[in-house]
């Protein structure tokens, strides 16, 4: 069976960004790992890594429209405190935490670079 291993998100300011997702991993219980040739890669707590990296090809860092990056936490409490930590750190909000539907709760913003991310929980 797979599973995701990693992510990768690509800044145009590496310092900046560092800042941010040193604070906003270790909410989720994370941590630095490693650095990489163009960038850091952070555990998130057992899951998977995200690599945060200056793009190879030298160009400027974009990001994806419609594409998004989602962590599952533990309770709708924890959908509330990330979102607010990741406006906290600077962060725009996509959407306000709550439930959506059937689906369970979420909240969304859009990190330092313009990458988008959900926070989540199903109760299941």
């Known amino acids: 069976m797979a599973k995701v291993g990693y992510i990768c998100v690509g800044t145009n300011d590496f310092e900046r960004a560092t800042g941010f997702y040193d604070a906003l991993t270790a909410e989720l219980g994370g941590k ?3 650095p990489t040739p163009h960038g850091q890669m952070y555990r998130l707590g057992s899951g998977a890594m995200l690599l ?18 989602a962590f ?3 309770s709708k409490d924890d959908v509330v405190r990330m ?7 600077g962060a725009t909000c996509e959407g306000e935490p709550g439930p959506r539907g059937a689906f369970g709760d979420f ?6 670079d313009g990458n988008k991310f959900a926070v989540y ?4």
């Open 107 to 112: 909240a969304y913003f859009r990190d330092l």
């Open 52 to 69: 945060l990296t200056r793009p190879y090809d030298g160009q400027t860092a974009t990001h994806s429209n419609g594409g998004m990056i």
């Open 121 to 124: 929980f199903t109760g299941r």
């Open 32 to 34: 630095r790992l490693f």
């Open 83 to 89: 979102h607010a930590k990741a406006l906290e750190l």
């Open 72 to 74: 599952e936490v533990d």
